[in-house]
Every structure is written in structure tokens, then in C-alpha cells.
């Protein structure tokens, strides 16, 4: 009797120990080089060197324990998340402003170079102390708000911001809406992506969006790469806003509004099929 309780307590743990080594087979089978099945089974990160998988990761962490959000909203974010996606690459990425959604804009472009412009140097240096991995420089802006009606008015009266002769931007004195004094890399990059979400331009001394909307069509315009400039231009509910969209990245180029985001599709003259007046005006 006892040697019958004995055979049948070896095969249960014979059948246990079968199923717990099939069924790490299995795992192994399943698990790749880039999908680590279980965590507990394996060493947590199989890029062990690569620091944008960490960087990611207390990026979800920073937005899963702030009670602050951006100010774009979900639809909004998610038209210029489209973009990146669509182009499955690692992009260049030229944002003007930082603001709390910096980590978020910067973990959308893994691999790729994202950069942010910013003007209020104690704004900067206080997202930077949170945040130093972001890729960003504190610039200076030749306008103010209060001048936006006078520089559209008279902006055609002076040839260096006509298309024609609006670039190379860094060597633009003479137009007051090119933006001359930024960091070399933003000259020397062609930019796939653009965002516009400063500087503010809500009151009269504020720097205002004109100078970054007339630079944003002047490097679209200029790209010699293959493809399109994406320019994402944020709160477009504003004059200022509206108004430097419609003279400088035109209606025709305009593919997407959602909410307060306008997106568009800045062609290059280099592949443009017109030519002649493409030189006089931007629209
Ligand atoms: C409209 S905000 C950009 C906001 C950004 N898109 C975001 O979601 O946070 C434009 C500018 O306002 C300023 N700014 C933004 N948030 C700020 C804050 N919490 N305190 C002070 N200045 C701020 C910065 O100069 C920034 O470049």
C-alpha cells in the first residue's frame, strides 16, 4: 500500500516538473532579442547601453506622477505623434519653446535630434534643472507683439525678406523676421518637423510668433533633402497667429487643423515645378 502512495507521489512530481520545463521551452521560444517576455525570467533591459530606452521610461514615469499636463490637447498632440509615426525614422525636430510637454516631444523622436528654443532664460534654466537631457538653447527675438501689424505691412518693402533672398537666415540683418542670432546647429540641420508653440505672444512687449512663422517657411522653403517640411503652428485661435500663417505658410500648404493646431506641408522650391514667382512671394 505505502509503495503504491510512494509511485504515484514520483509521478505527480515527475508531471510537475514537466510542466514547469515546458513551459520554460516555450518562453524561450517566444522570446526575442526585442521582446522580453518576462521580465523576472530575463535581465530587464537587452539594450543595456542604450540610455534612450531608460530615458523613455522616466519620461512615462514623469507624466504618470504630474498632476500638470500640456497644453495641447490629446487630438492636437496626436497630429504631429501621425507625422512622426508615418515617417518612421529617427527625424529632426526644431521646437520653439519649452514648455511641459518637452519630455514628451523628445521621447516621440528616439534616435532622432530634437531641439527647443526657448526666451525666457528663467523658464529655461527651470526646465533644464528638472530636465537636463533635453536638447535646448535660450535665444533672443529682434520683435515684440506690438509690432506684428507694422512688419506685415511693410515686410515686401525690403528685399532681403522677400523668398528670393530671405535666406541663409543667419547672415539676415536686414529682415527683422529672420531669425539671424540662433544656435549654429539650427542652420546647419534641414529640419523635418517644426513646431511652433512660442515664443508667447500674448502681450504687447512679448516677443509674439512672427519671426519663428516667417523662419519656419524660409527653412521649409530652402530644404534641399527629399521630402516635406512639417510645420505645426499652435494656437491659431490669435490674430498674430492666424494672420503670419495665412502671408507665409499658406492656405494651399495647409493639410490638417485640429483644434487650435494648424499642420502644414511646406514644399521645397528646389523640387517646386513653378518657378518665377515663387521668387516674389510666398503664397
Ligand atoms: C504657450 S507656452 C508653450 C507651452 C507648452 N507647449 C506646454 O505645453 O507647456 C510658450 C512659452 O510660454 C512660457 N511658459 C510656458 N509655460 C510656462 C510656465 N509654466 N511658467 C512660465 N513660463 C512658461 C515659455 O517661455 C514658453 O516658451
Redo the contacts with the bound molecule.
Keep these: 500500500m505505502q509503495r503504491v502512495s510512494e509511485k504515484r507521489w514520483f509521478v505527480c512530481l515527475l508531471a510537475i516538473v514537466g510542466i514547469i520545463g515546458a513551459s520554460l521551452f516555450v518562453v524561450s521560444l517566444i522570446q526575442t532579442p526585442n521582446n522580453s517576455f518576462l521580465c523576472s525570467l530575463t535581465n530587464y533591459s537587452q539594450n543595456d547601453n542604450n540610455p534612450t530606452s531608460f530615458q523613455q521610461l522616466n519620461t512615462i514615469l514623469h507624466y504618470a506622477t504630474s498632476s500638470i499636463t ?3 490637447s490629446f487630438s492636437e498632440i496626436t497630429v504631429t505623434l501621425d507625422v512622426l509615426k508615418s515617417l518612421n525614422r529617427p527625424c529632426n525636430f526644431l521646437i520653439f ?5 518637452s519630455l514628451m516631444w523628445n521621447s516621440f523622436n528616439p534616435r532622432g535630434t530634437t531641439l527647443f528654443l ?3 532664460p528663467s ?1 529655461f534654466q527651470k526646465v533644464m534643472k528638472n530636465a537636463p537631457q533635453l536638447n535646448a538653447h535660450a535665444v533672443k527675438y529682434r520683435t515684440q507683439l506690438r509690432e506684428a501689424d507694422a512688419l506685415l505691412s511693410s515686410y515686401r518693402s525690403e528685399p532681403f525678406c522677400s523668398p528670393a533672398r530671405a535666406a541663409p537666415l543667419r547672415s539676415n540683418e536686414r529682415c527683422k523676421l529672420a531669425l539671424n542670432n540662433l544656435p549654429d546647429e539650427v542652420y546647419e540641420k534641414e529640419w523635418d518637423l517644426i513646431m511652433i ?4 505672444g500674448y502681450f504687447a512687449e512679448a516677443p509674439g510668433r512672427m519671426a519663428a512663422i516667417f523662419s519656419a517657411a524660409v527653412m521649409g522653403r530652402n530644404r534641399k533633402g527629399s521630402g516635406v517640411t512639417h510645420v505645426f503652428l ?1 494656437d491659431v485661435d490669435r490674430k498674430v497667429e492666424k494672420v503670419y500663417a495665412e502671408e507665409f505658410l499658406c492656405r494651399k500648404n495647409l493639410v490638417k487643423g485640429v483644434g487650435r493646431l494648424w499642420h502644414f506641408e511646406i514644399p521645397s522650391k528646389v523640387n517646386s515645378t513653378r518657378h518665377g514667382d515663387d521668387d516674389d512671394r510666398f503664397c
Excluded: F, N, S, V
Design positions: 500640456p497644453q495641447q519653446g519649452l514648455g511641459i510637454d526657448e526666451e525666457d523658464w508653440d512660442a515664443p508667447k499652435h
